[in-house]
């Protein structure tokens, strides 16, 4: 008999794989455990979505020479993406001066939780003695609801790393959760950001949430990924295709952008440093 665990002791955990297993064990499985290549269908053009993600990591690139001191401008004027210009002319009126005054761009940060990882990758980090923000640029067309933005996994996952790396990247010997805020910025409703606190609550409350969850995912048997029962997410996933032959696929629309929007890093998980504790 096998007794080998389906996902082994030191598995990577990360916001986009944990949020999959909430939308679809399945899915989960077929991408993160599997390793299966993402299928495109014959009948499914996703010309449009493509565009949309090549566009987000420019964006994301240019923002990242931005903050490291690289003159860009010449290659700004020179894009004939007027979109992309439209979102950088966003980008240029960020109130930088409202952020404290330390800055890591692109950090990626690797807890531990249980005998698993978790991983987390922020586009900035800024911290002074007495506070810590981070920063997540967005290229949707929809803003979060105050309620959305508190609640979402990236949210979740990314304060409670923070919480509990603290004292290692940010250079305080006891960084308090309260101390931490998560800024989303809207490439097109720069004027409009998400702002969420932190507390010493909320850091007890996602470390139970988060723990519990790996926990239910690596102890379940193979049978328990089970497929979403939400049609919509399941016919927005070209997935389906391996469990579900009879709905076709079809292009993931902008209304849909929240369903798919954080697909894919921006970076390679695998380089991400792990923190000695």
Not at 51 to 80: M, N, Y
Not at 93 to 117: C, H, K, M, N, T
Not at 150 to 163: F, G, H, K
């Amino acid at each position: 008999m096998n007794t080998q665990p389906l996902i082994e002791p030191g598995f990577m955990f990360s916001q986009h794989s944990l949020n999959t297993y909430v939308r679809c064990p399945r899915r989960f499985l077929l991408q993160y455990v599997d390793r299966q290549p993402w299928p495109v269908l014959a009948e499914d053009d996703r010309g449009e979505r493509q565009e949309h993600l090549a566009r987000g990591r420019l964006f994301h690139q240019w923002l990242l020479r931005k903050q490291l001191g690289v003159e860009i401008e010449q290659i700004v004027r020179a894009t004939s993406d007027a979109q992309l210009r439209r979102w950088w002319q966003a980008a240029e009126g960020f109130a930088w001066d409202d952020l404290p005054a330390s800055r890591q761009v692109e950090l990626p940060i690797v807890v531990p939780i249980g005998d698993y990882r978790l991983y987390a990758r922020y586009d900035l980090v800024a911290w002074s003695g007495t506070e810590a923000v981070v920063v997540d640029w967005k290229t949707l067309p929809q803003r979060f609801s105050d309620a959305v933005a508190q609640s979402r996994m990236q949210t979740r996952v990314y304060l409670y790393t923070l919480a509990h790396s603290g004292h290692v990247v940010l250079g305080s010997p006891n960084p308090k959760p309260e101390d931490l805020s998560m800024r989303y910025w809207y490439a097109e409703f720069p004027g409009a950001p998400s702002v969420v606190g932190y507390s010493t609550a909320r850091y007890a409350q996602d470390r139970r949430y988060l723990t519990e969850l790996v926990a239910q995912i690596t102890q379940q048997p193979l049978e328990a990924f089970v497929p979403t029962d939400r049609q919509q997410l399941c016919e927005q996933c070209a997935y389906q295709s391996w469990c579900r032959n009879d709905r076709p696929g079809r292009l993931v629309s902008q209304d849909d952008a929240f369903a798919f929007e954080e697909d894919s890093d921006f970076v390679d998980v695998d380089s991400a440093p792990e923190l000695e504790y």
